[in-house]
Every structure is written in structure tokens, then in C-alpha cells.
């Protein structure tokens, strides 16, 4: 398949409002792709429609972009020929490959058209903002196979690769989807919680019987051990296990053949034996210099010696974490059964410090990759996970700081960031001096008094409230904000939405 075909394809769903109608031109692009037999020009094909490269790294940043050879006045780029150019970026290091890379991308630049190209730099700064989020390619990849949407999604929740999942459903089936299995040592997308203003309405959402569990200042992990072989994955699914050694001893030592564990990891200070916050325990355990002394705390078992529990209520994958993982290394959990007991475990939960509760539905599968109201947490404060569209230089004594950031929603409905105000509030020296570093790395455009950034780096802000405000494009723009922490762990496509933002507004109207 032609790039330049795809690129028109790009740009007609970023026009295209209607939901439906972005479906049938994605599936009509995916069936194109089929057509070519081609697992590489599929795998990336598809990758390219929802903004993603095969490749997690091409090396190449907005500076390598500025000064770019004319545009091709022919198109004459495959689909292939793109993914191997990134390939061969990808692949270069050491000496002289700034150089080489420097060369790749002109030569690829070059031999594409001004259409081509404005797609290379949407998907090379991260910036494909065209509307064509997972959800919506999964509902595609199902129409262009022929299959039901269910075995796509399915497939893809416990594959964590859209890429992968394509090319399997296009050139081999529901047979080839059929075939997927959680896989004790492959990684999977971890089920997510939704949200609720209090403890009585999140039991209404989860129903009875149910848990509450602690809900911890810690980072995401999943286990997986086969054997002696034990693995750590992050939220975003990336092998973290040579940097968490203490996790890997204590699941080393369960009296277990094959186990796949959902749960925290929470820094630990070795000269006191106390918890630290989870900026500290997020950079531990992102830093790849050394390791993190993390303990690890479970809520949740996906697999125990050859049998998969993904569909088990949940109350029995509970009583089986119960059996396998000792009481220390799980996170406190209490029995429901009505509202004044979620009320009362959450009072008790955060006069100990707690971030909250996470209240769960004893009758519910392990939904893969899924936010429902099987789970709902609870937080004491309101808190929403925003993206740093922008930042601003700080003044005075944050001079030479980047200071003031520009939060923003995510869209659903066109896949991009819908702005709601600003802060400079709740950052530390230390904060600052990161945040300007981490920034700049990401940014996309500088002036005297503002960077703007690829829109990749979710920061968690605790607010008073939501305010109308004609001054931002959503409408609305949250009150006095403050900056508690960011979240490495999280992707930009897990951040809360505009409509999350509007309903705590409506609520408090």
C-alpha cells in the first residue's frame, strides 16, 4: 500500500466527526493493507492509523526536523518503505549514528510529498491527533476482518499491541485471535478503576458483595513467574525486573510453580523501614542507573500453576491470592456489604494516611485493559490526572525555571487535549529542577516566555473545584490547582477527559 493513500486516509478521519463514518474509512484503509499479504506493511499500517510506530524508539527529535530536504513532488513511498526507514533509524548507535540518522531522515523526508510528510512529523513528534484512539481501531480492525468485536478487543487487551493484533486478525483470522492466551511471562494491559465522589456511590456502582481495598501511594506492577524465572512489568508494560529486586525476591519465594500477581510497589526507606512518597518511588523505580528498594504489595492473581483466572469472579481469584501470597505482601482489604461499612472503611482508611479506597465487585471477571465500575476509588480530595500541553519560564526566584504548566483534558471524541487553566502551585525546588530538564526534552516550540511540549507527560492535580470559563475552549477550567505529583506510569491516553472535568462541574452546579 501507497504511504501517501494512508496520509489521505489520516487526514479524512481527523475531518470526519461522525464516529461511525471514521470507522468506515479505517476499515476500508485496514482492508487496502490486508490486501497486500504483507504482515510488515499491515503491522504498521495499522500502527500509523492510530499515531504509533512499530518501532518504541526511532531516536529522532524535533531538532532532527528543522532542517529538512524539499518535498518530493511524486509520492512514491510504500507503507514498508516507511517502517523499514524507521527501522534503520531505530537501529543505529554509538559513533557516527547521529550522523547516519541525520542522513536517514533526509533521505526519507525527501522522497516524500508535503502530505507524506506532514504525517511523518505527526508521528514522529507523538502529534497524530486524528481521532483514531485504540477503542476506535479495535471497532475497525473488526469490521475490516469480518470478526466480532468482542474476540478483537479481547485479543488485543491480552496482546497489549494493536500492531500485532492487525496483522494476526487481518491475515490469519478469528482462528489466529482465537489462539491468544495469557502467556505467564508476557505482560498484559491491567484493569482500571473508575472513579466516584464517595464510598456509598462507588458500592452503588460495584453492587454487593464487595471489597475495599487500601488504596496505596505506590506504582502499578504485575509479576510474572514461571518456574524461577520471574519478570516485573510496569502500568505501560515495560520490563522493570533487574530494578526491583525486592519484588522479585519475595515472589521468588512463593510456593507457587506459575503465578501472574496485580499490585504496588511502594518505595521503602532502608534506614527507617517507612514508606516514601510516590514521586521518590516513581523515579526508582523508572531509573535505570541502579536499583529501587521497593516492597511489593497484591490485590489480585491472574494465573496460579497452569490455569488462568482472568474470568474467575473475583472474589475467588481473592481466595486463591489468599492461599499462594502471604498476608504481608497483600494490600489490606475489607468486606462489604453495606454503605455505612464503605463509609466507615474509608474514614479509617485515610485517618491512616491512605490515599483512599478502591471498591471492588467480589462477582466481576479481571476486565483486561478495561475502566468500569467493577472497580471505584474513592479519594478524599478532588484529583484528576492531567497532560502538560505547555509550560511557561518561571520569574523571580524561579527565574531559569520552567514553571507555570498548561494542564489539559484528554478528548474522546477527537483524540486531542482540551486545555482547563494553569499552575504553578505545589512544586518543590527539586520538582522544578526535574520538570524544566523532563520538559525540554519533550518540547516542540520555545519563545522568551513559553515551551510548548509533545503532549506526553500526565501530571496528578488536586483541585477545589471546576469553575465555567469562557477563557478556555472546553468551557470550564479548574480552581485553584496544584501540582501533587507526576505520573510516569501513565500514558497520555490514560488521562481523565473533558467529560470527567464537565460532570464534577455539573455535579457541583
Same mark, same amino acid.
Given at each position: 500500500?501507497?504511504?501517501?493513500?494512508?496520509?489521505?486516509?489520516?487526514?479524512?478521519?481527523?475531518?470526519t466527526?461522525a464516529?461511525?463514518?471514521?470507522?468506515d474509512?479505517? %476499515?476500508?484503509?485496514?482492508?487496502s493493507?490486508a490486501?497486500?499479504?504483507?504482515e510488515?506493511?499491515?503491522?504498521?499500517?495499522a500502527?500509523?492509523?492510530s499515531?504509533?510506530l512499530?518501532?518504541r524508539?526511532?531516536?529522532?527529535?524535533?531538532?532532527?526536523?528543522?532542517?529538512?530536504?524539499?518535498?518530493?513532488?511524486?509520492?512514491?513511498?510504500?507503507?514498508?518503505d516507511?517502517?523499514?526507514a524507521?527501522?534503520?533509524?531505530?537501529?543505529?548507535s554509538?559513533?557516527?549514528?547521529?550522523?547516519?540518522?541525520?542522513?536517514?531522515?533526509?533521505?526519507l523526508?525527501g522522497?516524500?510529498?508535503?502530505?507524506e510528510?506532514q504525517?511523518l512529523?505527526?508521528?514522529?513528534?507523538?502529534?497524530?491527533?486524528q481521532g483514531a484512539?485504540?477503542?476506535l481501531?479495535?471497532?475497525?480492525?473488526?469490521?475490516?476482518?469480518?470478526?466480532?468485536?468482542?474476540?478483537?478487543?479481547r485479543?488485543?487487551?491480552?496482546?497489549?499491541?494493536?500492531?500485532?493484533?492487525?496483522?494476526?486478525?487481518l491475515?490469519?483470522?478469528?482462528? %489466529?485471535?482465537?489462539?491468544?492466551?495469557?502467556?505467564?511471562?508476557?505482560?498484559?494491559?491491567?484493569?482500571?478503576?473508575?472513579?466516584?465522589?464517595?464510598?456509598?456511590?462507588?458500592l452503588a456502582?460495584?453492587?454487593?458483595?464487595?471489597?475495599?481495598?487500601?488504596?496505596i501511594d505506590?506504582?502499578r506492577?504485575q509479576?510474572?513467574?514461571?518456574?524461577?524465572a520471574?519478570?516485573?512489568?510496569?502500568r505501560?508494560?515495560?520490563?522493570?525486573?533487574a530494578?526491583?529486586?525486592?519484588?522479585? %525476591?519475595?515472589?521468588?519465594a512463593?510456593?507457587?510453580?506459575?503465578?501472574?500477581?496485580d499490585g504496588?510497589?511502594?518505595?521503602?526507606?532502608?534506614?527507617s523501614?517507612?514508606?516514601?512518597?510516590?514521586?521518590?518511588?516513581?523515579?526508582?523505580? %523508572?531509573?535505570?542507573?541502579?536499583?529501587?528498594v521497593?516492597?511489593p504489595?497484591?490485590?489480585?492473581i491472574?494465573?496460579?500453576?497452569?490455569?488462568?483466572?482472568?474470568?474467575?469472579?473475583?472474589?475467588r481469584?481473592?481466595?486463591?491470592?489468599?492461599?499462594?501470597?502471604p498476608g504481608?505482601?497483600?494490600?489490606?482489604?475489607?468486606?462489604?456489604?453495606?454503605?455505612?461499612e464503605?463509609?466507615?472503611?474509608?474514614?479509617r482508611?485515610?485517618?491512616k494516611?491512605?490515599e483512599?479506597?478502591v471498591?471492588?465487585?467480589?462477582a466481576?471477571?479481571y476486565?483486561?485493559?478495561?475502566?468500569?465500575?467493577?472497580?471505584?476509588?474513592v479519594k478524599p480530595?478532588?484529583?484528576?490526572?492531567?497532560?502538560?500541553?505547555?509550560?511557561e519560564w518561571g520569574?523571580g526566584?524561579r527565574?531559569?525555571?520552567?514553571?507555570n504548566?498548561?494542564?489539559?483534558?484528554?478528548d474522546?471524541?477527537?483524540?486531542?487535549f482540551?486545555m482547563?487553566?494553569?499552575t504553578?502551585?505545589?512544586?518543590?525546588d527539586?520538582?522544578?529542577?526535574?520538570?524544566?530538564?523532563?520538559?525540554?526534552?519533550?518540547?516542540v516550540?520555545?519563545?522568551?516566555w513559553?515551551v510548548?511540549?509533545?503532549?506526553?507527560?500526565?501530571?496528578?492535580?488536586a483541585?477545589?473545584?471546576?469553575q465555567?470559563?469562557p477563557r478556555?475552549p472546553g468551557?470550564?477550567?479548574l480552581?485553584f490547582a496544584?501540582?501533587?505529583?507526576?505520573?510516569e506510569d501513565?500514558?497520555?491516553?490514560?488521562?481523565?477527559?473533558?467529560?470527567?472535568?464537565?460532570?464534577i462541574?455539573?455535579g457541583?452546579?
Open positions: 500500500m501507497r504511504f501517501e493513500e494512508l496520509a489521505g486516509v489520516s487526514r479524512a478521519v481527523a475531518a466527526p464516529r461511525n463514518a471514521k470507522i474509512l479505517l %476499515a476500508a484503509a485496514l482492508r493493507l490486501g497486500s499479504g504483507d510488515r506493511t499491515v503491522a504498521a499500517g500502527g500509523y492509523l499515531g504509533e512499530r518501532q524508539q526511532t531516536g529522532v527529535g524535533y531538532a532532527s526536523l528543522r532542517d529538512l530536504p524539499p518535498p518530493a513532488a511524486e509520492a512514491s513511498l510504500s507503507v514498508a516507511v517502517d523499514l524507521f527501522e534503520r533509524m531505530a537501529g543505529l554509538g559513533k557516527g549514528s547521529q550522523a547516519a540518522r541525520r542522513a536517514e531522515v533526509a533521505a523526508f522522497a516524500a510529498t508535503a502530505a510528510r504525517m512529523i505527526g508521528l514522529l513528534s507523538g502529534e497524530l491527533r484512539q485504540a477503542g481501531l479495535a471497532d475497525a480492525l473488526a469490521r475490516a476482518a469480518g470478526l466480532p468485536a468482542t474476540a478483537v478487543r485479543a488485543l487487551l491480552l496482546a497489549g499491541d494493536l500492531k500485532t493484533v492487525a496483522a494476526d486478525a491475515l490469519g483470522g478469528e482462528a %489466529a485471535l482465537a489462539a491468544y492466551r495469557l502467556t505467564v511471562g508476557r505482560p498484559l494491559a491491567p484493569m482500571l478503576a473508575s472513579s466516584a465522589p464517595n464510598a456509598t456511590e462507588a456502582a460495584t453492587g454487593t458483595p464487595a471489597a475495599a481495598d487500601i488504596k505506590g506504582v506492577i509479576v510474572h513467574r514461571d518456574g524461577p520471574v519478570s516485573v512489568f510496569s505501560s508494560l515495560d520490563d522493570i525486573t530494578r526491583v529486586p525486592g519484588v522479585v %525476591a519475595a515472589v521468588a512463593l510456593d507457587v510453580a506459575a503465578i501472574v500477581l504496588e510497589a511502594v518505595g521503602v526507606d532502608p534506614a523501614g517507612r514508606a516514601i512518597p510516590f514521586q521518590e518511588t516513581s523515579s526508582r523505580a %523508572a531509573r535505570r542507573d541502579g536499583v529501587a521497593l516492597a504489595f497484591f490485590f489480585d491472574l494465573h496460579l500453576d497452569g490455569v488462568d483466572l482472568l474470568d474467575e469472579p473475583a472474589g481469584r481473592w481466595a486463591a491470592l489468599e492461599r499462594v501470597v504481608p505482601l497483600r494490600v489490606g482489604r475489607t468486606m462489604l456489604t453495606t454503605p455505612e464503605a463509609e466507615q472503611a474509608f474514614a482508611a485515610v485517618a494516611g491512605h483512599g479506597l471498591i471492588k465487585s467480589a466481576a471477571p476486565d483486561v485493559g478495561r475502566r468500569g465500575a467493577a472497580w471505584v476509588k480530595r478532588h484529583t484528576l490526572d492531567l497532560v502538560v500541553l505547555a509550560v520569574h526566584r527565574r531559569g525555571w520552567l514553571s504548566l498548561h494542564l489539559g483534558a484528554r474522546p471524541a477527537t483524540g486531542g482540551v482547563l487553566g494553569k504553578f502551585k505545589g512544586m518543590t527539586e520538582m522544578l529542577r526535574w520538570q524544566t530538564e523532563k520538559l525540554r526534552s519533550l518540547a516550540e520555545e519563545s522568551e513559553v510548548r511540549v509533545r503532549p506526553e507527560l500526565v501530571v496528578e492535580v483541585f477545589d473545584g471546576v465555567t470559563s478556555y468551557g470550564v477550567a480552581r496544584r501540582v501533587l505529583r507526576y505520573r501513565k500514558r497520555p491516553e490514560e488521562a481523565d477527559t473533558i467529560d470527567a472535568v464537565r460532570a462541574h455539573k457541583a452546579a
